[in-house]
C-alpha cells in the first residue's frame, strides 16, 4: 500500500493564503451587495412614505368633501350608465372579432361564441 504523503508545513500555509484570499473576496462581495440591498430598501421606504402620504391627503380631502343624498345617488346613475356602455363597447368588440376571425378564417377553427355580459 502506497503511503500517504503528508503535506508539508509551506503547502499547509499556502493552502490556508488562498482559502484566506478566497474568503476576503467573498466577503467583499457580500458586504457590495447588502450595501446596494441597504440602499434600496432606503429608497423603498422612501417611496412608501410618499404614498402614505398620498394616501392620508386623500383621506383628508374626502373627509372634508360634503356630499348629499342626492349627489351620491346621481354619481351612482352615473356609474350605471358607464357600466352599460361599457357592457356594449365589449360586445361590440367581440362582434367585430368574430366577423374578422370568418373573414381571415385563422387556422380554420369556427369563431368563438359572443359571451353575454
Known amino acids: ?14 493552502q490556508l493564503i488562498q482559502t484566506s484570499v478566497a474568503l476576503q ?11 446596494k440591498l441597504t440602499d434600496e430598501i432606503a429608497e423603498l421606504n422612501k417611496n412608501v412614505s410618499k404614498l402614505l402620504s398620498v394616501f392620508e391627503e386623500a383621506a383628508k380631502r374626502v373627509s372634508e368633501t360634503k356630499t348629499t343624498e ?5 354619481l351612482a346613475m352615473k356609474l350605471e350608465r358607464l357600466l ?6 365589449a360586445r361590440g368588440l367581440l362582434l367585430l372579432e368574430e366577423y374578422v376571425r370568418g ?8 369563431p368563438k361564441p359572443v359571451t353575454e355580459y
Open 1 to 14: 500500500m502506497p503511503a500517504k504523503k503528508t503535506p508539508t508545513s509551506q503547502d499547509i500555509s499556502k
Open 70 to 74: 342626492e349627489e351620491i345617488a346621481a
Open 84 to 89: 352599460e356602455q361599457n357592457k356594449n363597447i
Open 25 to 35: 473576496s467573498k466577503t467583499v462581495d457580500l458586504l457590495s451587495k447588502v450595501s
Open 103 to 110: 373573414k381571415i378564417g385563422t387556422s380554420g377553427t369556427p
